[in-house]
Structure formats: structure tokens, C-alpha cells
């Protein structure tokens, strides 16, 4: 782990001074402090092994601990999204229906075809 008061250069992890002789830039001068975030642990969690297992039976194992993670992360967000569509207006939606069928029929009357009057002289 890195402690305070240390800085990263080309030959690893140095103490921090005033002055730093750096091999391409020359002499640098210390100014202030930059915090940084350790990096996230990239490497693959694995439940630890059972009793008589294979890595790879443990690889598996964890392989289907994420897939129903992820299935159930689905299902939360479908359920949601039903939830909010459930939520609308029932009268508002009956009113959008009705006009959207008024609009229909002014297209299409009598179910056949473009409403087109043709008119001849």
C-alpha cells in the first residue's frame, strides 16, 4: 500500500522531497500534493472453494451466481417499468384510444381502404 509522502517515478515509489532529479525532465521542483483513488480490484472474485471442488466447478459456480444476479437485476427493472405503466390514468388512456379510433375511421371509413372522394364531371 502507498503511504502518504511518496511519489511514483520511472524506478517505482520514492519519498517526496523539495527538489526531485528526474532522468529525462532534469531537476523538478516539488509543488503540491495530487490525490488519487485507488484503482478498483479488477481481478475476478470467486466464492471460496467447497470441500472436494475444481477451480473450475468454482468458476462455474460463480459464473451462475452473476448470471441470476443479472436476471434478477431484469426483473426488477420489468417490474418497475410495468409498475409505472400501470400507474397511468385509465380514463386518459380510454380518451387517447377514442380519438385515436376517430382518426382511424376518418382514414380508413368503413374499414376499407383511404377515404378518398372522387368526383366526376
Known amino acids: 500500500m ?3 509522502g511518496m511519489m511514483q517515478t520511472s ?3 520514492r519519498p517526496i522531497t523539495y527538489y526531485f532529479e528526474d532522468d529525462v525532465a532534469g531537476r523538478l521542483t516539488f509543488v503540491e500534493y495530487r490525490s488519487e483513488e485507488a484503482p478498483a480490484d479488477s481481478r475476478l472474485q470467486l466464492p471460496p472453494r467447497l470441500p472436494g471442488e475444481s477451480s473450475f466447478q468454482q ?3 460463480a459464473n451462475v451466481t452473476r448470471i ?3 436476471r434478477q437485476k431484469r426483473l426488477q427493472a420489468r417490474t418497475e417499468a410495468q409498475n409505472v405503466a400501470a400507474d397511468r390514468d385509465a380514463s386518459a388512456v380510454a380518451a387517447a384510444q377514442e380519438l385515436n379510433a376517430q382518426i382511424l375511421h376518418q382514414m380508413r371509413p368503413r374499414g376499407r381502404g383511404v377515404g378518398l372522394v372522387i368526383e366526376k364531371e
Do not use: M, P, S
Request: hydrophobic residues 35%; negative net charge; charged residues 35%.
Open 2 to 4: 502507498i503511504t502518504a
Open 11 to 13: 524506478e517505482g515509489f
Open 59 to 61: 468458476l462455474q459456480r
Open 68 to 70: 441470476e444476479y443479472e
